[in-house]
Each structure stands twice: as structure tokens, then as C-alpha cells.
């Protein structure tokens, strides 16, 4: 199986930091990328597919990019509700994996 | 709008076995590929099953070594995962989720199996 390795695991940050999460894939990928939100007690929420793509709805301070093994999620202007945990998932082949996540406190 | 609601919630006992189900709504259940992913308390996600629109092509988690078969039912638009021979680090929140180009779009709220003795 492909391995995702997140980097940090962790920090503290401030509202309007801009914000870089790393994850890179044990072997290439090939963009087949995909980066969560997850809040506590919800379910995830997809932000960026295809490595780049930002999902409808989305606002536009995430961004995504990265090819071969190394990816990242960055989030240009923290807001109050950006501060939450977030996962990489690749897709490139079975099975799925997700990188173990960063989570992002205040 | 869609809406994926998973029901079959509830503590078992090591050994025994758990059916969960995912009703779908709001969308064509019959043209999307479904996915279970899982989340261990305080932990991180954890992916467990696939099931293509047809039903024709599964895959499945390495770690779960046969004792879960996913399926699902277009006519009742419903989604299934059964569980076998559970074990306590079974125990977490179960996500059922909509893929859409590689990526998971849409995902129910979860339900909580809960393995103990």
C-alpha cells in the first residue's frame, strides 16, 4: 500500500498566517491527490481534488499543488474557522490511503 | 440534495458480527462508486472498502484480512458493509462517502460501532 506522510503533525497558528501543509506519497501518485477538512465530531469535508482542483463551494484561500510524491495544502489568509484537521488521501491505486493528519490549532 | 445516512449503530461483542447500511438519496445511487472509511477514536481516517456503481469490482483495506464484504442494493438505494468476527480495534465511526474523480465528495454523518465485551 501507498504510504502518505503528513508534515507537521501538528501547530499553532494565527488567524490570517498563511498555512503550508505538506504530504508526500511513498511513491509517485500522479496527482491523484485529495485534501479533507475535518472539524471535530463532523464528517470530513473535501477541499482540493487532483492535487490542484479546488471542490465547488470552497473558498478560494485553499490551494493545492505537488506532483510525483510531494504535495501541498496551503491556506493563504487562516480564518477562525480554518482551524481544524486535515488529511491528504491518494487514490492513485487500491488500496486508498489518507496521510494521518495535521491539525491546526489556534 | 444528496444525503447518505448510515444506521446500524451499536455495541457488539468481540467475535460477533454487524451489518451497517447507508441510504442514499439526491443523486443517480446507481452510477457513483461508494466507499466505507472508518475513524478510530481520537484517531485519523482510515479507509476500509470500495464498491464499484455495478456492484461488479470491490477492494478492500489490507488490514481487514477478509472479515468485511461490502455490497449494495441499487433498488433500495442503499449501501452495505458487513462486519465479521469483530474485534475491539474495530471500534470507531463509520463514514459511507460518495467518490467522485478519485476523490470522496460527499459523506454521511457516520455511525459508531463500538466492539467490547
Known amino acids: 500500500a501507498i504510504r502518505l506522510t503528513q508534515s507537521p503533525p501538528s501547530f499553532s497558528s494565527s488567524i490570517g498566517d498563511r498555512v503550508t501543509i505538506t504530504c508526500r506519497a511513498s511513491?509517485?501518485?500522479?496527482?491523484?491527490l485529495a485534501w479533507y477538512q475535518q472539524k471535530p465530531g463532523k464528517a470530513p469535508n473535501l477541499l482540493i481534488y487532483a492535487a490542484s482542483t479546488l471542490q465547488s463551494g470552497v473558498p478560494s484561500r485553499f490551494s493545492g499543488s505537488g506532483s510525483g510524491t510531494d504535495y501541498t495544502l496551503t491556506i493563504t489568509y487562516l480564518q477562525s474557522e480554518d482551524f481544524a484537521t486535515y488529511y491528504c488521501q491518494q487514490s492513485y491505486s487500491y488500496p486508498w490511503t489518507f496521510g494521518q493528519g495535521t491539525k491546526v490549532e489556534i | 440534495q444528496v444525503l447518505l445516512v448510515e444506521s446500524g449503530r451499536g455495541v457488539v461483542q468481540p467475535g460477533r458480527s454487524l451489518r451497517l447500511s447507508c441510504a442514499a438519496s439526491?443523486?443517480?445511487?446507481?452510477?457513483?462508486?461508494m466507499h466505507w472509511v472508518r475513524q478510530a477514536p481520537g484517531k485519523g481516517l482510515e479507509w476500509v472498502a470500495v464498491i464499484s456503481y455495478d456492484g461488479s469490482n470491490k477492494h478492500y483495506a489490507d488490514s481487514l484480512k477478509g472479515r468485511f464484504t461490502i455490497s449494495r442494493d441499487t433498488s433500495k438505494n442503499t449501501l452495505f458493509l458487513q462486519m465479521n468476527n469483530l474485534r475491539p480495534d474495530d471500534t470507531a465511526v463509520y463514514y459511507c462517502?460518495?467518490?467522485?474523480?478519485?476523490?470522496?465528495?460527499?459523506w454521511g454523518q457516520g455511525t459508531l460501532v463500538t466492539v467490547s465485551s
Open positions: 439526491g443523486f443517480p445511487f446507481s452510477t457513483y462508486t
Open positions: 511513491q509517485g501518485i500522479s496527482g491523484f
Open positions: 462517502a460518495r467518490e467522485e474523480g478519485g476523490s470522496l465528495d460527499y
